[in-house]
C-alpha cells in the first residue's frame, strides 16, 4: 500500500519500499546496497511468505478503492516486479494467471501490462526466476514502467547485433533471435552456439547457460568490470551453415580466420607440403585478399598474414607472390561475400578432426573458476578466438558499452506491445578481416 500510494511512506523511498516487500535476505542487502541496488527475489526460501505476498498485491489489485488516481498503475508495476523473481504454488499461480488475463482488468489502459505480468510468471515457472537484484538503473526504468532495453552482442571480427532484451529474456532466447538472423532455424543448429560474458579487458571469458537471464548477468558483471560485453560464438560444429547467409558467411569467416593464420588448421602429414597443398595454400590466400575488396596483387607483408608462419616459410616469398598471382583473376570476379564463402567451403570446416571431449577454463564473477565440457566439440579456447585479428576486441581492449545498451522502451499500459524484434541492421567494421558494411542505428523508441 506504501508503494501505491495508499499508505505513509515513512520516510521511505520506492526502491525501500519495493525492497522491504520483497523481504531481501540480509548478507545479500549488505552487499548490493554497498551497489545501491536493494531489491531481490524475495522471500525465495519462505514459500507460504511468496504466497502471501501474491495474496496481498492480488487483492490490493482486485479490490482497489483508493482515491489516488495512480494506485492501482502502481500496484501492477510492483507485481510486474514481483513475477519476474519469484513464482507461486500451484493454487496461487492459477489464481494469479487468472487475474493478469487481459478480460480481469477493470481498467482498459492496464490490459498491457496485466497480460505482460502473465508473461513474467509464465517464464518464471519455466526458468526459475531471476536470483540477481536488478541495477539502480533498471530498477529506476521498471518504476517507471519501462521494460526492455536494446543490448549489444558481440559476433566475431567485431561485428555488432542489437537486441531487444526484456527484464525476463534469458540466453537462450537471444541465441534463437541471432540464429533466426543468419538464416539458422532448426533447434539442431542453434544448440551449436552460445553467448560468452567478457570482462576485464578479454582476460576473463565464460560461456551463459542457456536458461539465464541476460539482465541477471549483466548487474553482476556491472559490479566487477562496468566495460563487459557480451560476444556470440559458435561452440560446435557438426550442422551446416547458410553459405548464402552474408552475416552467417561473415561471423564464420571472422571465427576460424585466427586459427587458419595460426595454422591450426592445417594437416601436413611428416612435416611436408605437397604441391596441391600448396595450390590449395595459395588460393586461400587470394580469396583472404579478395575478402578484404582488394584488387591488387597482395604484397610479401599481406602474404605473411594470409599464411601460416611455418607453411609461409616452407618457400621463397617470392615464389608465393607469383603463386597467388595466378589465382587473383579469378578471386578478382567475385564479390568479397562470395570469396568469404569460397574460403569457408575451401576449409571444409565439418570434415575437421574434432577431439571427442574439448573443455576451457570459465571464470565467474565473484565464483571459482569452473569448467565447461561439451561431447563431440571443438575447442571452445580454439574457436572463441577475439576479434578477425586473433588478439582480442577491435581495439585491443575492452568493448565500451554501446550508448543503446543503457535505453529503455515503455512497458505496454494500453495494450501488449505490437510490432516484431528491433535490432540494427547494419554491421561495424570487422577487425582484421576487411568487412565493411553499412550501420543503421536506431533509436528506442
Request: glycine fraction near 6%; aromatic fraction near 8%.
Amino acid at each position: 500500500m506504501r508503494f501505491m500510494g495508499d499508505s505513509p511512506g515513512k520516510g521511505m523511498t520506492e526502491r525501500e519500499v519495493v525492497s522491504t516487500f520483497l523481504k531481501v535476505n540480509t548478507v545479500q542487502a549488505v552487499f548490493f546496497l554497498a551497489y545501491h541496488s536493494v531489491i531481490l527475489t524475495l522471500i525465495a526460501e519462505f514459500t507460504l511468505m511468496r504466497d502471501e505476498a501474491y495474496c496481498q498485491l492480488l487483492k490490493q489489485l482486485t479490490a482497489n478503492t483508493s482515491s489516488k488516481p495512480d494506485s492501482s498503475q502502481r500496484g501492477w508495476r510492483l507485481l510486474y516486479i514481483l513475477t519476474q523473481h519469484t513464482h507461486t504454488r500451484t493454487h496461487e499461480g492459477k489464481t494469479c494467471r487468472t487475474h493478469t488475463q487481459p478480460p480481469a482488468c477493470n481498467v482498459f489502459f492496464l490490459t498491457g501490462i496485466a497480460k505482460a505480468c502473465g508473461l513474467n510468471m509464465k517464464k518464471t515457472f519455466q526458468y526459475g526466476g531471476r536470483t540477481v537484484p536488478p541495477s539502480s538503473m533498471e530498477l529506476k526504468a521498471m518504476m517507471a514502467g519501462r521494460s526492455s532495453k536494446r543490448q549489444l552482442f558481440l559476433f566475431p571480427g567485431g561485428i555488432e547485433r542489437h537486441v531487444k532484451i526484456k527484464t525476463c529474456s534469458v540466453a537462450l532466447e537471444v541465441i534463437e533471435e541471432l540464429c533466426y538472423e543468419m538464416g539458422l532455424h532448426r533447434l539442431e543448429s542453434i544448440e551449436e552456439y552460445a553467448i560468452f560474458l567478457v570482462t576485464s579487458r578479454g582476460q576473463n571469458v565464460r560461456p551463459l547457460n542457456k536458461h539465464e537471464y541476460i539482465l541477471d548477468v549483466a548487474t553482476e558483471a556491472e559490479l566487477v568490470d562496468s566495460n563487459y560485453s557480451f560476444w556470440f560464438r559458435r561452440v560446435i560444429w557438426t550442422q551446416p551453415f547458410k553459405h548464402g547467409n552474408e552475416l552467417c558467411v561473415a561471423m564464420h569467416y571472422n571465427q576460424i580466420l585466427p586459427d587458419y593464420r595460426k595454422g591450426l588448421l592445417n594437416v601436413l602429414p611428416h612435416g611436408k607440403v605437397s604441391d596441391q597443398q600448396f595450390r590449395q595454400i595459395s588460393k586461400l590466400a587470394a580469396l583472404q585478399h579478395r575478402a578484404k575488396d582488394s584488387i591488387f596483387i597482395p604484397s610479401i607483408h599481406e602474404l605473411s598474414e594470409y599464411i601460416a608462419t611455418p607453411l609461409f616459410k616452407k618457400q621463397p616469398p617470392q615464389q608465393w607472390i607469383t603463386m597467388v598471382t595466378q589465382h587473383m583473376q579469378q578471386a578478382q570476379a567475385l564479390n568479397p561475400h562470395q570469396a568469404r564463402a569460397q574460403f569457408l567451403g575451401k576449409t571444409q570446416l565439418h570434415h575437421l578432426p574434432r577431439p571427442l571431449y574439448s573443455c576451457c577454463q570459465s571464470t565467474r564473477p565473484s565464483l571459482p573458476t569452473q569448467k565447461h565440457t561439451w561431447l563431440h566439440g571443438v575447442c571452445v579456447a580454439m574457436f572463441c578466438g577475439t576479434g578477425a585479428d586473433g588478439n582480442g576486441p577491435p581495439g585491443g581492449g575492452a568493448v565500451q558499452p554501446h550508448p543503446e545498451a543503457h535505453c529503455w522502451n515503455q512497458l505496454p499500459l494500453r495494450r501488449p506491445h505490437s510490432g516484431g524484434h528491433e535490432y540494427a541492421v547494419g554491421h561495424s567494421a570487422a577487425a582484421g578481416a576487411g568487412i565493411t558494411l553499412n550501420t543503421d542505428k536506431r533509436n528506442c523508441s
